[in-house]
């Protein structure tokens, strides 16, 4: 059965405090893996799109890996706008509907 | 990527009535899609909307129960039928060009179900 793990469920952390959250996913033919931020009371925001192992792709103080199981979303110097929760989602080669993670809660302290 | 929105942006409803909830984008795009978030939960998908016939919908969600309409390539709505509690959530509509393509999500429309 295709499904997608996030973990920690929330981390707390300084500003300026780096750490990594994870996505973990089983799936039959990963077609692509997408890395959404959700503000409270708002539409999740895209992110990233990662298709192969290996692949990375940077923006501002956020950057994403992708191995063959896993995902890693690495928070460089995180500030308090930083805070969110964070959705990680799978695509297979077979279907469209994309698989969602729980989401980690992010909150940066000031 | 294109501007969505989404009306209204939160309503206050009475057990057994219904809402219909509108997605607008401001350009053309090939799908949309209806989403739940539950409180503290992640997204389920409801339906794909197809323009000019009949949504698709998953497993567990119903057309008598949620509606949908799709009459171009910019709009859409879904209606929560007879409404109960257990329909409190928030509601999204997202596009993309293809199936294949990253989701761009709307702001989402809260229903509380008196």
């Known amino acids: 059965e295709d499904q997608v793990t996030q973990s920690p469920e929330a981390l707390r952390l300084q500003e300026g405090e780096s750490s990594s959250l994870n996505c973990s996913y089983t799936?039959?033919?990963?077609?692509?893996l997408f890395w959404y931020r959700q503000d409270p009371g708002k539409g999740p925001e895209f992110l990233f799109t990662?298709?192969?192992?290996?692949e990375e792709k940077e923006k501002e103080r956020l950057k994403a890996t992708l191995t063959k199981k896993e995902s890693f979303l690495h928070i460089t110097a995180p500030k308090p706008e930083d805070s969110a929760t964070y959705l990680c989602?799978?695509?297979?080669?077979?279907?469209?509907?994309?698989?969602w993670g729980a989401g980690t809660k992010l909150i940066i302290k000031p | 990527s294109a501007v969505i929105s989404q009306k209204p942006s939160r309503d206050i409803c009475q057990r057994g009535t219904s809402l219909t909830i509108q997605c607008q984008v401001d350009s053309q795009v090939t799908m949309m899609f209806w989403y739940r978030q539950q409180p503290g939960q992640s997204l389920t998908l409801i339906a794909t909307?197809?323009?000019?016939?009949?949504?698709?919908?998953e497993s567990g969600f119903v057309i008598d129960k949620f509606p949908i309409s799709r009459p171009n390539l910019t709009f859409s709505t879904l209606t929560v039928s007879n409404m109960s509690p257990e329909d409190s959530s928030i509601y999204l509509c997202?596009?993309?060009?293809?199936?294949?393509?990253?989701?761009?999500f709307g702001p989402g429309t809260r229903l509380t179900v008196l």
């Open positions: 909307a197809n323009q000019g016939s009949e949504a698709t919908y």
């Open positions: 997202s596009v993309a060009q293809t199936g294949m393509d990253e989701q761009f």
């Open positions: 989602a799978v695509q297979a080669n077979s279907n469209y509907q994309l698989i």
């Open positions: 799936v039959s033919g990963l077609r692509g």
């Open positions: 990662l298709y192969s192992a290996g």
